[in-house]
């Protein structure tokens, strides 16, 4: 397992932009799958979206599909989260998520590891 620590969280204007950092330890960072999911008060927790270990691949929800870019930085072991025009639907708990398998990372049921997650707060 790698150990994850998200950062970059915060309250924003809908509209506006926000960076979410996922820092990981191990030196295995490259063979892991990595994600973002999201969950607002009351709900269960989404997928948000994914990036194979070289970067190569990614997806996106239809919900963040073209304001969201995921990316990674295998030589500073992170991953990352654009968030643009942000709405207020958008509020939630972002959590890091790690997994070999780059399937895996579409639920939140079977991901290996778990960041402890970041609020994000977007005020209308």
């Known amino acids: 397992q790698v150990q994850l620590v998200e950062s970059g969280g915060g309250l924003v204007q809908a509209g506006g932009s926000l960076r979410l950092s996922c820092a990981a330890s191990?030196?295995?960072?490259?063979?892991?799958?990595m994600g973002w999911f999201r969950q607002a008060p009351g709900k269960e927790r989404d997928f948000v979206a994914r990036?194979?270990?070289?970067?190569?691949?990614?997806y996106y929800a239809d919900s963040v599909k073209g304001r969201f870019t995921i990316s990674r930085d295998n030589a500073k072991n992170t991953v990352y989260l654009h968030m643009n025009s942000l709405k207020p639907e958008d509020t939630a708990v972002y959590y890091c998520?790690?997994?070999?398998?780059?399937?895996?990372?579409?639920?939140?049921?079977?991901?290996?590891?778990w960041g402890k997650g970041t609020l994000v707060t977007v005020s209308s």
């Open positions: 191990g030196r295995t960072f490259s063979s892991y799958a």
């Open positions: 998520a790690a997994d070999p398998r780059y399937t895996v990372v579409s639920s939140a049921r079977g991901v290996e590891s």
């Open positions: 990036i194979s270990g070289n970067g190569a691949l990614t």
